[in-house]
């Protein structure tokens, strides 16, 4: 890559270092800036860029390079060079052997979540930015129901940021799970039974027909950060979690 194109690619996303925080999981993300994405980014990169995704919008085809360029900064940190993270016909992301991983972005951020799948066998991470109170007010009864909703009130957390975390929480359990489970379910599915502001979690029960593929027992723990006014949310799922519960 040029020294041009680099500098056009610095000014148009800030990557933050790599972050330990999700340890054993390496975790990528960076901010950019829609006005500045060019799609001359994807060949200088050397992006993979699907046929669907150069028909898209300019704010989609800078989602989609920002997750694929994070994922292969991931992929970098452990030592895979020029692997193309293609997506499946349900745009679920398709890891190289021996790799477990999840991209999410919104608004003007990006992430990345990587680890090897001796240490991890599910992960899905999600970041949101905050509702408002006003939008959490109209909102919540589409994403969760009011055992939930009495449950955030019991809290000491907001409203608006616990619905905002349990909509994270929930899109990235989906993400965990989906490679096992194979078929989309909705938010009804897991349902929120506790939340640890202390220790920046929540616990979610599901429906059998969730815990069955890989045999997980409730409660299922998502761990979150804040930052700014995003929330990062993320499930991990150990091989000795899932064996043991299999056998």
Known sequence: MSKTAQKALAEFICIAPVDQRLNPAVLM???FKLELFDDTFFSQAAIHLPDTISRA?????AEYFCGRYLAALALRHYGVEHFDVLADDKRSPQWPAGFVGSISHTDDFSACALAPSSELSALGIDCQAILSSAK????WPKIIDRDEFDII??????LNYGLSLCFSAKESIYKALYPFIRKFFGFSAAKLCAINPEQQYLEFD?????GKPIGIEHPLRAYYHIDSNRTLSYVQLSPEQVCSQRS
Do not use: I, Q
């Open 29 to 31: 993300s960076g901010s």
């Open 57 to 61: 919008s300019s704010k989609r085809k």
């Open 136 to 139: 959490a007010e109209k909102l």
């Open 153 to 158: 009130a019991a809290s000491s957390v907001e």
């Open 206 to 210: 599901f429906s059998a027909e969730l």
